[in-house]
């Protein structure tokens, strides 16, 4: 596992981190995941029910792309603060794989618990899923 961290730039919206975290593609290794977020997401003050909420979504993102990671690689997370938002990239490589289906229950999970969630496949051998959560956003009933 390695982590490195950006020296943090400061823009027009405050202060801006990026962590980058990199682990075997396991799901054996996800708590250390659920775990970074946490402490990041307190880092901006999230509550406690935000901070959940992201810990869940980050697991339920890396579980849909374990299941078309190529064993042996890395799944590499991004994390991005600036104020009062966090965005999350998740990244594995993969093979001949498909953008996850945004019909099924991981993929209405995801939408529940971030404010903004995209799947990206930016080359046939690469699939990321990306979240954003604001802290005191307003969930929809």
């Known amino acids: 596992m390695t982590e490195h961290t950006e020296t943090p730039a400061v823009g027009l919206g405050g202060i801006r981190d990026v962590v980058s975290v990199r682990l075997p593609a396991a799901s054996a290794y996800l708590s250390v995941l659920r775990t970074a977020t946490a402490g990041l997401a307190a880092r901006l003050d999230f509550t406690l029910d935000e901070i959940e909420d992201l810990r869940i979504a980050v697991d339920e993102a890396c579980a849909m792309l374990l299941?078309?990671?190529?064993?042996?690689?890395?799944?590499?997370?991004?994390?991005?603060?600036?104020?009062?938002?966090?965005?999350?990239?998740?990244?594995?490589?993969?093979?001949?794989?498909?953008?996850?289906?945004?019909?099924?229950?991981?993929?209405?999970?995801?939408?529940?618990?971030?404010?903004?969630?995209?799947?990206?496949?930016?080359?046939?051998?690469?699939?990321?899923?990306?979240?954003?959560?604001?802290?005191?956003?307003?969930?929809?009933?």
């Not at 998740?90 to 794989?97: H, Q």
């Not at 498909?98 to 080359?123: G, H, I, Q, Y």
């Open 67 to 141: 299941t078309q990671a190529v064993p042996g690689t890395d799944l590499t997370a991004e994390f991005e603060l600036t104020g009062q938002l966090m965005q999350v990239r998740v990244e594995v490589s993969t093979v001949g794989s498909s953008a996850p289906k945004r019909d099924d229950f991981a993929w209405m999970v995801l939408t529940a618990l971030a404010d903004d969630v995209d799947a990206v496949t930016d080359s046939p051998d690469r699939m990321a899923i990306v979240l954003r959560k604001r802290r005191g956003a307003a969930r929809p009933a």
